[in-house]
């Protein structure tokens, strides 16, 4: 709800990467009237995302209640501190909640991306409407979320949801984490563009395949491909399909959610992934669970994150967290 004190007032949510920050300025309904997007160092990231902040308010005046900021990490709700980001080790040394209000002047609510991007999908999104979701984002890494009963459940210190660091092979390679074998280790972006790799490497069907032309293709490359009909291409895509849905089952046979919504940059493979993702988790789940349960992609694409990280700096300056 919008009080009539309110109702003139925006909120920025910003989604911060390994080495870029994307920001949006966001309505309390979660509608956006303005982006910016920035290559960021590690160093003095108060500032620079002050600067981003700057920038949407040149580009739409407005005034700003509050920020909200996705970390690709484990966000601390009771003290708002990073206490584990693999992808931005920097932010877990200081207090960057209070060094970013500190720099902007305004309230600031840190939390994990992946809830900030669930939240954003619930509200506006793919998942509108629904009381009983999972969320996951495929890219870089790979996080999850989860929503009950409408609200994001944290779990016993914050940290639930951790998708992709379920194991999905006992004899696999080491993750981040410090675990073998967790999902992530076979499909994050990263992870599917080392599979195809070696893949490439020892397998006489990879012979036709033009991603043996370029040393330094993306897992975008290799979805571009998949859809311009190379096989060997669009059979990495559908095994790590296999391999997401797997897990999905877990997760459908766990919670007995209403939707499973995947977003993330892997996620642009479209139904190439999609399909072996339902597929598999239709083959590995319980047939009553699956049966009640909606796999969909995504629709917010950048925008989920930013604008969920706004509905939390919204739903916090609201109850004065
Ligand atoms: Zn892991």
Request: charged share 20%; net charge negative.
């Amino acid at each position: 709800m919008t009080s009539p004190s309110q109702a003139g007032q925006q909120y920025v949510g910003v989604e911060l990467c390994a080495s870029s920050a994307r920001a949006a300025l966001v309505s309390p309904t979660g509608e956006v009237a303005a982006r910016s997007e920035a290559v960021f160092s590690s160093d003095d990231l108060a500032a620079q995302i002050a600067r981003l902040v700057a920038e949407l308010r040149d580009a739409a005046p407005a005034s700003v209640a509050a920020i909200g900021v996705g970390v690709p990490g484990l966000v601390s709700p009771q003290t708002g501190r990073v206490i584990i980001s693999t992808d931005l080790p920097a932010v877990v040394r200081g207090d960057l909640r209070a060094e970013i209000e500190k720099a902007v002047g305004i309230p600031v609510k840190l939390d994990n991306d992946a809830n900030a991007g669930a939240l954003g999908e619930q509200t506006v999104g793919a998942g509108r409407g629904s009381r009983n979701m999972f969320y996951v984002t495929l890219g870089t890494g790979i996080g999850g979320a989860i929503i009950l009963d409408g609200k994001l459940w944290r779990g016993a210190s914050g940290f639930a949801g951790e998708f992709g660091h379920i194991t999905i092979d006992p004899e696999g390679i080491e993750c981040v984490c410090g675990n073998v074998g967790c999902l992530e280790t076979v499909a994050s972006a990263p992870n599917i563009v080392r599979r195809t790799h070696e893949r490439l490497m020892r397998d006489s069907t990879s012979s036709l395949s033009r991603l043996g032309l370029n040393k330094n293709f993306t897992a975008a490359d290799i979805a571009h491909e998949a859809r311009g009909g190379d096989d060997f291409a669009a059979m990495m895509i559908a095994r790590t399909g296999r391999y997401i849905g797997t897990a999905i089952a877990a997760v459908i046979n766990l919670l007995n959610t209403e939707l499973v919504v995947l977003g993330g940059g892997v996620m642009d493979a479209g139904a190439l992934i999609l399909d072996p993702i339902i597929e598999e988790a239709r083959r590995r789940s319980f047939q009553p669970n699956f049966e009640s349960t909606q796999i969909v992609a995504a629709t917010l694409g950048p925008d989920a994150v930013p604008i969920g990280a706004a509905l939390l700096a919204r739903d916090a300056a609201q109850i004065g967290i």
